[in-house]
């Protein structure tokens, strides 16, 4: 079983490395995307700098927490893309009966199909990520709680879409709900999560998990709980797991489109 698991990993890994060397045959266009992506990224904090330079503090949160917030929010949007970009393809795939290719591959065709692309601009985000690391003040701590938090919630995100995405198994118009939800976490995960109502919370703790990817994770970095990273480290396997279950079921309802393609 862990020997099956770890060639899964390796798979996973040498499936990304492929996708980044094809992009980096055109060296100018990967690099101006990696760029311009953290470029557009460094535009929004200084929106929240001219904010903080009116108010001193917004839902508890000083414009260093802020930077935080954006970081772990570009390490997760980073991470997710990097690895895990297809799962936010799922519904074109589903509905146009383009798994085909991934079901004769002697893999795990779940994993096989959310990393065989990679979104190259996230590489810029990832990497914005822990600039805004390096402007709040890195430690040993820090650096190894914000590179983990990017990692589980990249996971939390991924599973999030591939769970809203499996849902076009059973619905022609589940690509609808699952890009809806699916921004949500991008465009919630930037603002303090103390600025919501109880009600708003509970539901970015459970049913639209932002909190478990962002909101928590910058918590614990910045006040340090084991309650709060176990309940991170097994929500992440959690939902994962519910991820694998639900695309697993309705795989079983695919429709073929009998499409001649291949993959490498």
Same mark, same amino acid.
Request: hydrophobic share 50%; aromatic share 16%; with cysteine.
């Given at each position: 079983?862990?020997?099956?698991?770890?060639?899964?990993?390796?798979?996973?890994?040498?499936?990304?490395?492929?996708?980044?060397?094809?992009?980096?045959?055109?060296?100018?266009?990967?690099?101006?995307?990696?760029?311009?992506?953290?470029?557009?990224?460094?535009?929004?904090?200084?929106?929240?700098?001219?904010?903080?330079?009116?108010?001193?503090?917004?839902?508890?949160?000083?414009?260093?927490?802020?930077?935080?917030?954006?970081?772990?929010?570009?390490?997760?949007?980073?991470?997710?893309?990097?690895?895990?970009?297809?799962?936010?393809?799922?519904?074109?795939?589903?509905?146009?009966?383009?798994?085909?290719?991934?079901?004769?591959?002697?893999?795990?065709?779940?994993?096989?199909?959310?990393?065989?692309?990679?979104? +190259?601009?996230?590489?810029?985000? %990832?990497?914005?990520?822990? !600039?805004? @690391? /390096?402007?709040? *003040? #890195? &430690? $040993?701590?820090? =650096?190894?709680?914000?590179?983990?938090?990017?990692?589980?919630?990249?996971?939390?995100?991924?599973?999030?879409?591939?769970?809203?995405?499996?849902?076009?198994?059973?619905?022609?118009?589940?690509?609808?709900?699952?890009?809806?939800?699916?921004?949500?976490?991008?465009?919630?995960?930037?603002?303090?999560?103390?600025?919501?109502?109880?009600?708003?919370?509970?539901?970015?703790?459970?049913?639209?998990?932002?909190?478990?990817?962002?909101?928590?994770?910058?918590?614990? +970095?910045?006040?340090?709980?084991? %309650?709060?990273?176990?309940? !991170?480290? @097994? /929500?992440?396997? *959690? #939902? &994962? $797991?519910?991820? =694998?279950?639900?695309?697993?079921?309705?795989?079983?309802?695919?429709?073929?489109?009998?499409?001649?393609?291949?993959?490498?």
């Amino acid at each position: 079983m862990l020997m099956e698991v770890k060639n899964q990993i390796k798979v996973m890994f040498l499936s990304v490395k492929y996708n980044i060397m094809k992009q980096m045959i055109n060296k100018v266009t990967f690099i101006t995307n990696v760029l311009f992506m953290i470029l557009n990224n460094a535009t929004f904090i200084v929106q929240w700098i001219i904010l903080f330079s009116i108010k001193d503090e917004i839902g508890g949160y000083t414009i260093k927490e802020v930077i935080l917030l954006w970081g772990i929010a570009a390490g997760v949007f980073g991470t997710s893309h990097i690895f895990f970009h297809k799962a936010y393809e799922l519904p074109d795939l589903i509905m146009n009966g383009k798994l085909d290719s991934f079901l004769v591959q002697p893999k795990n065709v779940f994993l096989s199909v959310i990393t065989s692309t990679t979104r +190259i601009s996230a590489i810029g985000d %990832l990497i914005y990520g822990y !600039i805004c @690391l /390096f402007i709040y *003040g #890195i &430690t $040993l701590k820090t =650096f190894t709680l914000f590179t983990l938090f990017s990692i589980t919630g990249g996971i939390i995100a991924a599973a999030f879409a591939s769970i809203l995405g499996s849902i076009c198994f059973w619905t022609v118009k589940g690509d609808l709900l699952s890009d809806s939800l699916s921004n949500i976490i991008i465009n919630f995960s930037t603002y303090p999560g103390s600025i919501f109502k109880t009600g708003i919370k509970i539901l970015f703790y459970t049913l639209i998990p932002v909190g478990l990817s962002n909101y928590l994770p910058v918590d614990t +970095i910045l006040h340090f709980n084991i %309650l709060n990273f176990l309940y !991170i480290i @097994l /929500f992440t396997i *959690g #939902i &994962t $797991l519910l991820a =694998f279950y639900i695309f697993y079921t309705g795989l079983k309802r695919y429709s073929s489109s009998n499409l001649m393609s291949s993959r490498i």
